[in-house]
């Protein structure tokens, strides 16, 4: 399958995700730990199934287990990788080259923090991620791109480096563009910029940058 879902245990609007997945009809659904609750609630039938399952109601897992056949895959608690890393990765060997995260934003910021840093993955293995939420769009590049307002997921735009500084970094079509700028982990500058023209280009030579485009309401 060229696309995925993957619904993961943090906050999760049910209306949205309800959205996302009507918009992506045959997408792989991977359900993850927590966020198999919601799969269940609404009879959705993931593909697969992955976690340590130390969040997810212990009936529901039951339920997949011995009543369907949905491949599961369980993982000790201690373990290397995060279970939104872990379904990533799964994605990504089942072929999806576009993967929609919903349920990984909200709660715990360190859990949301190393979602972020896991859209690296798919990132460095040419396989575009994207973290949804109603107000936020938030996925990884390591090459310029460009971008368009009349689909932008809202009209604030912020970037910010993941892997150390970013030289000669350019930014155009932005209500505040910049030339030839060290872009700094450090740096706020490039918080809750906007789209002034219809296309903003972002160019740089090397690096991984993180993109968010975000809405108020």
Aim: net charge negative.
């Amino acid at each position: 399958m060229s696309k995925a879902v993957i619904i993961s245990g943090g906050t999760l609007d049910e209306g949205f995700a309800e959205k996302i997945l009507k918009e992506n009809e045959g997408a792989c659904i991977i359900g993850v730990d927590r966020g198999v609750n919601y799969l269940y609630r609404h009879q959705i039938m993931p593909q697969y199934i992955v976690g340590d399952f130390d969040s997810i109601d212990a009936d529901i897992i039951e339920y997949y287990r011995n009543e369907t056949n949905v491949p599961i895959r369980e993982y000790n608690p201690i373990k290397d990788a995060s279970d939104t890393e872990i379904a990533i990765r799964l994605s990504i060997t089942l072929g999806s080259r576009e993967i929609y995260i919903l349920g990984a934003t909200g709660g715990r910021i360190d859990h949301l923090w190393a979602n972020i840093q896991t859209l690296a993955v798919a990132c460095k293995t040419g396989v575009k991620a994207y973290i949804l939420d109603e107000r936020n769009k938030v996925w990884v590049t390591d090459r310029p791109c460009e971008l368009k307002k009349s689909e932008a997921y809202g009209p604030y735009l912020s970037i910010f480096p993941l892997d150390g500084e970013v030289y000669d970094f350019n930014l155009t079509g932005t209500k505040w563009p910049l030339r030839h700028h060290i872009l700094k982990p450090c740096d706020s500058l490039t918080v809750s910029n906007q789209f002034e023209d219809e296309k903003v280009k972002i160019d740089f030579p090397e690096g991984l940058l993180v993109i968010m485009q975000t809405r108020d309401e």
